[in-house]
């Protein structure tokens, strides 16, 4: 599962939510989704506007998490 660190980094920079939704100019529904992890997609540009906001490297905006309810291919074979 693609995990998108938004919260974390708000915390770290001191920031609110409303001051993302702000700067990012976007809906703020769509926005309050992927601060949520409830988006299954995002564009390359939404993401390098997250980074250039955060001042950032990708690596920091984003985590893979395991999902406990997905069992992988190799799970199948025991």
């Not at 660190?5 to 976007?26: H, T």
């Not at 540009?45 to 190799?74: A, H, V, W």
Request: glycine share 4%; proline share 1%.
């Amino acid at each position: 599962m693609v995990y998108f660190r938004i919260k974390e980094l708000l915390k770290k920079k001191n920031k609110s939510k409303y001051w993302f939704i702000k700067n990012m100019e976007g809906g703020y529904q769509s926005l309050s989704h992927l601060m949520d992890n409830q988006t299954k997609a995002i564009h390359f540009e939404t993401l390098e506007k997250i980074c250039n906001l955060f001042d950032c490297e990708i690596g920091e905006l984003i985590e893979i998490k395991k999902d406990p309810k997905k069992k992988r291919k190799d799970d199948n074979k025991k």
